[in-house]
Each structure stands twice: as structure tokens, then as C-alpha cells.
């Protein structure tokens, strides 16, 4: 069968029709029972408080500053762990071995590993600046994702002017 605008048109039997308008009933009744026992709990109870921490959690985009925060371990922290351990250890490649030993890594994995470390122990002067690098250029701007992610959380009101906020 066709439309009046040329499209198809399905035709669905009645008892479909009546079992997905059923379905669909039913999913709304049990989320207004939900919505409404998560409404109803005493913000001073536990079940209060982690309602409300994970409201705020979702109006402050709380897995956005998750995934920045974690971005910032693995772009910062984790060169700055390399170079300082290269510098503990004498011998980066018995370093490296003892880690991959320890991490039961194997293969392609092991190899990149060691041939991170020793690399990174080769080279200290250039893995250390390019650590400090690091820091330097993403560090700065950590400062202003946890003063954003705490002030949506907690529902305070930034200023227009955040330069003169970040020299005081």
C-alpha cells in the first residue's frame, strides 16, 4: 500500500498495536513510581545524599570532567612516573623487567614497554623536559576544570572575570 505522498505505509495489526501501547503504559507507570520514590527520600538520609551528589554529578556533566581528569593522568603524570623512575633506577632496562614481569605483560605489549623505559633512561635530559613540558602546558589549565566541575556541582555562581579570580 502506498500513501497519499507515494511513501509506503506498513500496516500494523491492531493486537500490536495494543501490546506496544501496553508495554509503553507499563514502562511509564514503573518510571513515575521510581521518579517519585527518589523524590520522596529525606536529603539527610544516605539514600537522600547520593541522590542529590548524583543530581549534581549529572547537572555539572560530571563524565566529562571524568574523561579530562583522566586525560590529564595519562598526558601528564604518567611521563613525569617514567622520568622519575628513571632517574631512581640506574638500570632502566632491570626496571623495565621487573615491571613487565610484575604485570605478567606479554608480547607486543612488553616490548613497547621496555623499549619506552629504556628509551625514556637513554635520554633523561630529553624525557625530563618534555615531562616538564607537559606539565607546564596541560597543568595549567587543571585548575580551571576543577574550579568548573566544583562550582556546577555545587551550584556556585563563577564570576565574569576569571582571569583576576586565577591571580588572586
Same mark, same amino acid.
Given at each position: 500500500m502506498t500513501g497519499d505522498d507515494g511513501s509506503a505505509r506498513v500496516v500494523v495489526p491492531g493486537r500490536v /498495536?495494543?501490546?506496544?501501547? %501496553? $508495554?509503553?503504559? /507499563? =514502562?511509564? #507507570?514503573?518510571? %513515575?513510581? $521510581?521518579?517519585? !520514590?527518589?523524590? $520522596?527520600? +529525606?536529603?539527610?538520609?544516605?539514600? =537522600?545524599?547520593?541522590?542529590? !551528589?548524583? /543530581? /549534581?554529578?549529572?547537572?555539572?556533566? %560530571?563524565?566529562?570532567?571524568?574523561?579530562?581528569? @583522566?586525560?590529564y593522568v595519562f598526558i601528564t603524570?604518567? &611521563? #613525569?612516573?617514567?622520568?622519575? #623512575? @628513571?632517574?631512581?633506577?640506574? +638500570? &632502566? #632496562? $632491570?626496571?623495565a623487567d621487573r615491571v613487565v614481569h610484575r604485570l605478567?605483560?606479554? %608480547?607486543?605489549?612488553?616490548?613497547?614497554?621496555? +623499549?619506552?623505559? @629504556?628509551?625514556?633512561g637513554q635520554n633523561q635530559l630529553g624525557a625530563t623536559l618534555l615531562a616538564v613540558a607537559n606539565v607546564v602546558i596541560f597543568g595549567l589549565g587543571i585548575g580551571r576544570v576543577l574550579q568548573l566541575a566544583h562550582s556546577r556541582s555545587w551550584g556556585i555562581d563563577l564570576s565574569a572575570n576569571w582571569l583576576t579570580d586565577q591571580m588572586r
Open positions: /498495536r495494543k501490546t506496544a501501547a %501496553g $508495554g509503553w503504559a /507499563r =514502562g511509564n #507507570a514503573v518510571y %513515575g513510581h $521510581g521518579k517519585e !520514590w527518589v523524590e $520522596g527520600q +529525606d536529603p539527610a538520609s544516605r539514600k =537522600g545524599a547520593t541522590m542529590g !551528589w548524583f /543530581r /549534581r554529578y549529572r547537572a555539572a556533566n %560530571g563524565q566529562l570532567y571524568a574523561v579530562l581528569l @583522566t586525560a603524570v604518567l &611521563p #613525569a612516573t617514567l622520568v622519575i #623512575a @628513571t632517574y631512581v633506577d640506574n +638500570d &632502566p #632496562a $632491570g626496571l605478567n605483560l606479554h %608480547g607486543s605489549t612488553a616490548t613497547l614497554f621496555r +623499549d619506552v623505559l @629504556t628509551g625514556a
